[in-house]
């Protein structure tokens, strides 16, 4: 079965330093997320891509984080300057189609750690 | 926006017994309710959605219900297993506006053999 897959599985990068989080989601998928999770805590909408732009993105989603689709494959979020809250389990995930019948896939996750 | 409420937040059962995990949703738009397991340390993973067209729908020992009126649905895992031994969330979302999950706090859910 198809799956989305994150890399890396761990970053651990300095406050204030940029990082990007990779994501190739399932190739017949059209519509791409980014979700985090703090741990212990719900999973997070931060952002919805479609299209080469972004359809959605929540009060989380501010100006130190982008995303990307450079080439065909791959899906990239960015933090420009990390801060010590963003560490969590960034979870990308595609689907089919848009609406809510649509299934979403979630890859394993990279889990950053700003110190 | 859409809340959505998970009570409790922790669920202890026997192995063979049922449970039952419920959440409740502000949104009345809302007609897209899945349900995903989180086992420690990976990906949510997608076990049974329910569309607010039908009441109830069940896949083997599982099964979710929907009560629109009262906006509530719950999970219902029967003759539960250690391998049940997880996290679940609810989530609800709006069909034709986007996809975006509104996602429950989970509840771990505790399996004893």
């Known amino acids: 079965e198809p799956e989305v897959t994150q890399t890396p599985s761990h970053q651990v990068t300095q406050m204030g330093q940029e990082v990007i989080l990779r994501c190739v989601p399932i190739s017949n998928h059209l519509y791409f997320y980014w979700y985090r999770q703090i741990l212990g805590q719900k999973v997070e909408f931060l952002v919805s891509f479609y299209n080469n732009e972004i359809s959605e993105k929540s009060e989380i989603f501010d100006d130190q984080f982008s995303v990307e689709r450079p080439d065909g494959s791959n899906f990239t979020l960015k933090i420009r300057s990390t801060k010590l809250e963003d560490s969590a389990m960034y979870f990308c995930a595609s689907s089919v189609k848009t609406g809510g019948y649509s299934p979403l896939h979630f890859g394993n996750g990279t889990r950053l750690t700003v110190t | 926006g859409e809340n959505v409420e998970q009570h409790p937040s922790t669920l202890s059962v026997q192995e063979g017994d049922s449970a039952v995990i419920k959440c409740t949703y502000s949104?009345?738009?809302?007609?897209?309710f899945p349900w995903y397991k989180q086992e420690l340390g990976k990906r949510p993973q997608l076990i049974i959605d329910i569309r607010s067209n039908v009441g109830e729908k069940k896949d083997q020992r599982i099964a979710v219900t929907l009560n629109k009126t009262a906006k509530h649905f719950s999970l219902h895992i029967t003759e539960t297993q250690p391998e049940d031994s997880a996290v679940y969330f609810c989530?609800?979302?709006?069909?034709?506006?986007?996809?975006?999950?509104?996602f429950g706090k989970g509840i771990t859910l505790s399996v004893r053999p």
């Open positions: 949104d009345s738009a809302s007609n897209y």
């Open positions: 989530a609800a979302s709006i069909y034709g506006a986007n996809s975006k999950l509104t």
